[in-house]
C-alpha cells in the first residue's frame, strides 16, 4: 500500500513538472507568434508605401515623359494619371488657419459643433437642454451609449454575484489571458523568456 501512495505521490510531480515545461513552451511560442506578427506588419507598411510611391510618383512621371495622361494596356487594364489634393490643419494652427478663413470669407468651410456631458441620473437636464435648444431654433443631436468598460465591469459584477444574465439587450463573456506588455515595457522581457526556456 505504501509502495502504491508512493507511486501516486510521484506521478503527480511528474504531471506537475510537465504541465511547467508545457507553459513554458506554449509562452515562448507565444511570443515568437508576436514578433513573427511585428516583422508581417512591418513588411505590409514597407510594401504599402513601395506601391504609393510606384502610383504616385513613378508612373506618373513617366505619362509625364510620354505625354500621356492614360493608357489602355493589352491585358486590358486602364491607367489614368490625373490630380488630386490632399490637406490637413495641425491642431498647433487650428486657430491661426480658422481666422485666415473667417476673415476672407471662408468660415462656411468650418463645421462648429457643441456637446455636453451628462452624468448617470442626469436624463432629465439631458432633455430639458435638447428642448430649450430646440425651442431656440437650433437642431440638436443625442446620442446614448454605455461604455465599453462600464459594462465588462456590470458583467462581472453579475457573474460572480451568481446572477444569471438573461436579459437579452447586450452579451458578454468571460476568458483568461497571458499579457507580457509590463514585462516588455520595463525591459525584462529577454530574462523572462530565458527563465521560461530554463523551465522547459
Known sequence: ??????????????????????????ANDVADTDK???DLEEQLKKKKDYKKHLAENVLP??????????????DGRHLKVSNYYGASIKDSKKEAAFSWLRDNGFGDLIKNQVSCSFGRN????????????????YQS???????????????????????????????????????????KENGQWQKHRQSLKRQN
Open 36 to 38: 513573427e506578427i511585428a
Open 1 to 26: 500500500m505504501e509502495d502504491l501512495i508512493k507511486q501516486m505521490q510521484q506521478d503527480s510531480g511528474t504531471t506537475a513538472q510537465d504541465n511547467m515545461g508545457k507553459i513554458g513552451a506554449v
Open 61 to 74: 512621371n513617366l505619362f509625364s515623359e510620354v505625354g500621356l495622361s492614360e493608357l489602355k494596356l493589352a
Open 141 to 183: 443631436m443625442q446620442r446614448e451609449w454605455v461604455e465599453p468598460s462600464t459594462l465588462r465591469a456590470f458583467i462581472r459584477e453579475q457573474h460572480e454575484a451568481g446572477n444569471a444574465f438573461t436579459y437579452g439587450f447586450a452579451w458578454g463573456f468571460r476568458r483568461t489571458k497571458n499579457n507580457d506588455k509590463r514585462l
Open 122 to 137: 442626469e436624463d432629465e437636464k439631458a432633455k430639458s437642454l435638447i428642448n430649450t435648444l430646440s425651442d431656440q431654433g
